[in-house]
Each structure stands twice: as C-alpha cells, then as structure tokens.
C-alpha cells in the first residue's frame, strides 16, 4: 500500500504565525494519517521576489499582529513572549536544523519545535550560533560538531538551495503547507487544509 504524502511545513522561525502553526501541526498530521516534513526557509528570499515586507516592519500591520499573535496563543493555551528585537534573522538556527536532518534525522524536527520555544519564549537569540549549538546540546547532540557543522559550506548551500527549493514551488510566506500539490498559507487555513484532506478537496 502506498504511503499518503507528507504535509509540507514551510516556516520562518521568525515567523510569529509559523511558531503557533508548529503548535497544531503534529496533531493535525496524526489525525490526516500525514507525516510533517519541516521545511525551515529563510522568508527574505521570499520577500525579494514578492516585494513584500514582514508583518514586524509595516506599520499598522505590525501592532495588529502582535495583538493577534497573543490572542492565538492564549486561545491554544501557549506561551509567547516575543523577544526584545524581534524579528531576528534566524540564518544560524536554519542551518542547524539542517545539519541536524543530514546527520541526526530523527532529531530534526524535535530540534525545531525547540527553536520554536526557545526563541518565543525569550531565551534564545536565533542568529547566535552558539546559542543554538547550546540548544542542541540540551537535546543530546554534540556541540561542537554542531557549531562546526552548521558554519560549513555544504549546510551553507543546503539552507540557500532550500529557500531556492521554496521559492520554486511558490512558497512565498509564513506558515506555508503543500501537499498533493495543493497550496495553503497562514495558519489559519489549517483547518481548511484538514478538512480537504478528509474530503479529497473541492
């Protein structure tokens, strides 16, 4: 019997929708019958193509977010707590996540999720590189092959080709989801996402 395709999970760690999405996205995967394949990419490259600018740097946007990121997180029972600066350039923290899947596959996502927590919880600054090696220390991963790793130029190349990989598939925000060829943007249309999986869509 073949295996129903993963969900794509395209995000940002910056990305204050994306951090509430990677709150929901297990569960909704569990009940589609879905494995999430995480897709950390780096949104700038999006942003130069579509000439957008992030919800933290346009005006009137950006205090509406905030509200409404709160307001998710209270409904979902989460902590958020955006850290002074944000958004950061989370460059150090996507390629680790990359490094981690090229060597420690079954540790990838575990580390994403604690990126997610970390950072939105104030404790983690998502350019540091040895903030982040720290982080992969405290889920059991060796440091320093960590630190080494995610300066090399391979995983350097991976994460751009990444965004590149993105970018031609027509991701352009986010969260972003593709699966089966069918596109979703924003966390708010995983609902609709799940019931077009149940359904066989419309």
Known sequence: MTKAAPIE?????????????????????????RDIL?????LGAAFKVTGMRGLSATPMKSDYA???????????????????????????????FYWIEAHYPEGSAAFARAVFRDYYTGNLDTRDEDQIAGLGARLGLDAV?????LRSPQIKRVTTEMSETALSQGVFGSPFFLVEGEAFWGWDRMAMMEEWLQTGGW
């Open 9 to 33: 999970f395209w995000f940002d760690f910056s990305s204050g929708y994306a951090y509430l999405a990677a709150q929901e996205i297990d569960a909704l995967g569990q009940r589609a019958g």
């Open 38 to 42: 995480w897709r950390p990419f780096m």
């Open 66 to 96: 905030r509200h409404d990121w709160a307001r998710i997180a209270r409904r979902l029972g989460v902590a958020m707590r955006l850290p002074d600066g944000h958004p950061k350039i989370a460059l150090a923290a996507t390629r680790a």
């Open 145 to 149: 092959a960590l630190a080494s790793g």
